[in-house]
Structure formats: structure tokens, C-alpha cells
């Protein structure tokens, strides 16, 4: 079975300011891990994703997160935050070429 | 990049008529159609997976006699909400998986739907 865990439901930050949304998964086979953005009323659109290789993914608008196999983390980091990076943020994991199951969500707020 | 349309993007009903969802991959074929379901505030939820010519494979607690998904071509897939009533009030979202391994276990969503049942 796979479970996917976002410790922060909301985090505020100041504009410019870096961050760290937190996304932790379980899993008895190996996953893909993704983290998606959510602007309302609309869908979900991929921020990056990671499969194999470096541990570390860069991904649009400036994101990029490290996957961390000992620690079953692959946290969200952005060195510097605008007011349009307001949005939910979904973490996800699928086992290989199956579904997708999601965390609850991140509700990231920018402060100007 | 691959592009998922779903119409209509937001309806509201009254209580006890039926809404069909339609859900088109764009520039693909898609073997594969995934349809969620978002409440306010609240992560996407499963709710089946649609294969196309083959009959929709519901998650557990999910009524297939509600939820009604026809999968008839690589491009297109329904959800029919028969009977609806408040509760079913939502944010209906579907995915699709792009055929080949071009972009293997990568889903594509659409924007949603937005169903409001009154």
C-alpha cells in the first residue's frame, strides 16, 4: 500500500523569502514522485517529477526538490518566492505504471 | 506538451437529474482515463480507472451504478453522474496516461469541472 504525507497544510512566507514544502511517502514497491500545483478553480499542472537518476530534480518556475530513498522524502524548495507561486501544492506518488495517490495538500500563501 | 480538455467546466443541476462529464485528450491517444474527485480543501480522491473498450475498474467504496464511466475511444471519456444530489457537489477531475512509453506513468490532467448541485 502507498501513503503519501504532507506535514504542513499551510504555510505562509514573505515574498522573496525562501521555502520548504514537506512530503514524505510509504511504500512497499518502488515509486515515481511528483509534486503538482493547483491554482483555484483549476487543475492540476506538474511542477517536476522524479523517476530515476539524480536525487535531485529541477523543475518549472524556479522549483526543484531532492528525494531522499533513506528518509522516504522528497521535499518541495524554492529559493525565493513571488505572489504568484500562491497556490496548493500536491505531492504524489505512483508505483510503477499504475495510479496515482496524493497527499492532502499545501496551501502556500506569499506574503507581500 | 500533451493537452486534456474536460467539458463542461462547471454545471449546476437540480437534485435527481443526471450530468455527463466528458473528458478528450487533445494531440493523444490515451489508453488509460483517470477520474478524481476534490472536495474544498481536500486532496484528489480516486475514484476509477478507465481503460478504453473495457469496463471502468471502481475504487472501493465508489458506486458504479453513480458513477457511470464509458471509455469509447483513445480520446474520450465520460463520467455520468445519474441521480445526483447535493452531496455529489464537487470538483470532478480526470487524468489520462499517454499511450507508448514517451512519457511512461506520466498523467496528464485535465482543468476540472466544477459540479454544483442544488
Known amino acids: 500500500a502507498q501513503s503519501v504525507t504532507q506535514l504542513d497544510s499551510q504555510v505562509p512566507v514573505f515574498e522573496e523569502a525562501p521555502v520548504e514544502l514537506r512530503c514524505n511517502y510509504s511504500?512497499?514497491?518502488?515509486?515515481?514522485l511528483f509534486w503538482y500545483v493547483q491554482y483555484p478553480n483549476q487543475g492540476l499542472q506538474l511542477l517536476l517529477k522524479?523517476?530515476?537518476?539524480?536525487?535531485l530534480v529541477k523543475g518549472i518556475n524556479g522549483f526543484e526538490a531532492e528525494f531522499n530513498k533513506s528518509q522516504t522524502s522528497f521535499h518541495l524548495r524554492k529559493p525565493s518566492v513571488h505572489i504568484s507561486d500562491t497556490a496548493e501544492y500536491f505531492c504524489a506518488v505512483s508505483p510503477l505504471g499504475n495510479q496515482f495517490y496524493f497527499g492532502t495538500g499545501t496551501s502556500l500563501t506569499v506574503i507581500p | 506538451g500533451a493537452v486534456v480538455s474536460q467539458h463542461p467546466s462547471r454545471v449546476i443541476c437540480k437534485s435527481g437529474t443526471s450530468v455527463k462529464i466528458e473528458c478528450r485528450s487533445l494531440d493523444f491517444q490515451a489508453t488509460t482515463m483517470f477520474w478524481y474527485r476534490q472536495f474544498p480543501k481536500q486532496s484528489l480522491m480516486l475514484m476509477a480507472t478507465?481503460?478504453?473498450?473495457?469496463?471502468?475498474?471502481?475504487e472501493q467504496g465508489v458506486e458504479k451504478d453513480k458513477f457511470l464511466i464509458n471509455h469509447a475511444s483513445l480520446t474520450l471519456s465520460t463520467l455520468t453522474v445519474t441521480s445526483a444530489h447535493p452531496e455529489d457537489s464537487s470538483f470532478y477531475i480526470c487524468s489520462a496516461k499517454i499511450r507508448g512509453t514517451r512519457s511512461y506513468n506520466e498523467q496528464f490532467f485535465g482543468p476540472g469541472t466544477r459540479l454544483t448541485v442544488l
Open positions: 478507465s481503460n478504453e473498450g473495457s469496463k471502468a475498474t471502481y
Open positions: 511504500s512497499s514497491v518502488s515509486v515515481y
Open positions: 522524479y523517476l530515476s537518476g539524480s536525487t
